[in-house]
């Protein structure tokens, strides 16, 4: 008695029954498919928003102020971004992040934006593609000149052209506009998310010098939130903890901890955690529809035992042992689990490709998730297998054959 | 060959108990060709399961070629009943899923025959029984006489050195049994002990021993005289 007459049998048994065979996988192919898509699926995230924060700059760090501990004293004002880069050697770039609602309007058109103030550097620190024109040069940027650079959307959509290099748009709350000549075009940001956002729903941006920009919304000269970046990604922590520093001995307040500084790299360690918590909790909900799939396999094979008790008594009437019979019965629930999981993994990539097209992203399939699903349905097949193969195993040969 | 000695057979259902053999002792030396005679209940296929190591004794004695019976394991007794002992039973017990050829293979699987000397082998135990066609139809495919025929060859085809046969004929009408009693002679005469249950008498004169049984007892043992020969 060999593996390959046990494999042999079971299948004759599992295709003599086919419908019910199939009824029993679903459960299994349910599951195993979910969790494969939602960990593809998952993982493939991960890897896009990895490469997105690598693209945008390995060696950016975020200062911010801890505004809840802060007094207005301690904020970061423009003066201390120029000191900063002037000062600390490891920091190349510096810039504020200034973010304000408002309207941009040219002759033809009027949309709600977000104007964007910082220094000529932001164009490196955000990693923004210039398409035409220039960006804002540090002359415009310490004068304050009403200059803007805009995307490609917003300038399509406010211009109907993307000639825009030149022309002049209003710009600032809308009830106090004032004149901005664009400078520069700007490969859009959102471009990512084209596949989920019809571009016409894409935010309209305008970067403009900050100091403009405070001017235009009579606001303060000082922010709680500013970017830095280093000349290597190495010194990323390094610059990170010397601007801290730096601007402690400015404001003098070193004893309160109101700066902190958190690299790019770390940022996207959060979200990748985050987003594997995520990843596993989901996963972890669809394998619990793997276990019911296993007790539907179970309840079958509990039902085929008890069918087949006249077939057992036979068997074991012509010499089948113990094992014999064992090895039979939980041969056929390790099929059907791995048929099912077999099936389960073909779908589920299907699935995960599908979903992925439709989302933008790409699923990233490890070998490792392959083998985990099979060894996995091959175990809930032995798990689940094992008490109905007990039970054929251990029947009386006598009565088996008796069984009406 | 086979020897019992004070074999008492006792089934409880519930709380009331039955004995079906009670204190039953027998010896069959090998080359025999007995018929077990008696009327129904009186413990005939309890002896013959017994024999058979499909069922338990309650208490008594059994060598069966020298193997004390009572004190072998549920794998033992699986050996035995694969490799000594050969059943024809009178519903023929084949596997409805199985071919002609796969069933009488199956005990050789159990045996951990190749599977070439199996083919061969089942093949040879068919051409025995005369049965050489239809081997790769399905049981209910084939008439009750061949399904007999297919039994029979199943239990010779790892060579045993009884066959015990309860009622092997009984779902058969007579031109039918009398090709059954032919194979099952045949049998006998290349040396094969035979142990059948019947309850015609036509078919008991075909053995060389009959033995008759009343309530759980051996009531009567004796040669059978006159007997027919086909
Ligand atoms: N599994 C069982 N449980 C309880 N009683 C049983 C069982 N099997 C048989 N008996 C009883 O044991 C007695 C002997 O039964 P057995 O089947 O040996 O008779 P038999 O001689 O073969 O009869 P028949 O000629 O009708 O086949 C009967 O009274 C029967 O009711
Ligand atoms: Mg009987």
Partial sequence: ?404 | MIKITDLVKTYKTGDIELTALKGVSLHIKPGEYVSIMGPSGCGKSTMMNVLGCLDKMSSGQYLLNGKDISRLSDNELADIRNKEIGFVFQSFNLLPRMTILENVELPMVYAGVPHKERRAKALEALSKVELSDRIHHKPNEISGGQKQRVAIARAIVNRPSVILADEPTGNLDSKVTEEILRIIQELNDEGTTILMVTHEHDVAQHSKRIIRMKDGNILDDSPVENRTIL
């Fill in chain 1, 1 to 404: 008695m060999n593996i390959f007459e046990n494999i042999k049998m079971a299948l004759d048994s599992i295709r003599s029954n086919k419908m019910r065979s199939f009824l029993t996988m679903l459960g299994i192919i349910i599951g195993i498919s979910s969790v494969i898509a939602i960990v593809s699926l998952g993982q493939g995230g991960q890897n896009s928003i990895t490469s997105e924060f690598e693209k945008i700059g390995a060696a950016t760090v975020k200062i911010t102020v801890n505004t809840s501990k802060a007094e207005w004293s301690d904020w970061i004002t423009f003066d201390d971004v120029e000191r900063i880069k002037e000062k600390i050697n490891n920091v190349k770039y510096a810039s504020m992040s200034l973010t304000m609602d408002g309207v941009l309007r040219t002759g033809k058109k009027s949309l709600d934006a977000y104007f964007i103030g910082g220094t000529e550097d932001m164009v490196k620190i955000e990693g923004l593609t210039l398409l035409d024109g220039r960006f804002f040069n540090r002359y415009e940027y310490q004068s304050g000149k009403a200059v803007a650079v805009i995307d490609e959307n917003s300038a399509k959509r406010l211009f109907g052209t993307k000639d825009v290099v030149g022309r002049t748009l209003e710009a600032g709350p809308h009830d106090s506009m004032r004149k901005v000549t664009v400078v520069g075009l700007i490969k859009s940001p959102y471009e990512m998310f084209a596949d989920m956002i019809p571009e016409d729903q894409f935010p309209v941006i305008a970067y403009i010098p900050a100091t403009y920009l405070v001017n235009l919304y009579s606001e303060q000269k000082a922010v709680y939130q500013i970017y830095i970046m280093a000349d290597s990604k190495d010194n990323a922590k390094t610059a990170g903890e010397l601007t801290v520093r730096f601007l402690e001995n400015r404001h003098g307040n070193r004893d309160r901890e109101v700066y902190r500084a958190e690299t790019v790299m770390q940022q996207m360690d959060q979200i990748n955690q985050v987003m594997s918590i995520f990843t596993t909790f989901v996963a972890a909900v669809a394998a619990i529809s793997l276990l019911v799939g296993g007790v539907g396999v179970m309840n079958i094979m509990l039902v085929s035992v008890t069918e087949r008790t006249r077939e057992i008594g036979i068997r074991k009437a012509i010499g089948a042992k113990t094992r014999n019979i064992m090895f039979q019965f939980l041969t056929e629930s390790v099929i059907i689990s791995c048929l099912g999981g077999t099936i389960g993994l073909i779908l589920g990539l299907a699935g995960a490709y599908g979903l992925g097209q439709l989302a933008g992203i790409t699923p990233a399939v490890s070998p490792q998730t392959v083998i985990v699903a099979i060894l996995f349905s091959t175990m809930v097949g032995v798990f689940f297998g094992i008490y109905p193969a007990r039970k054929a195993a251990k029947l009386d040969p006598i009565e088996a054959l008796r069984y009406e």
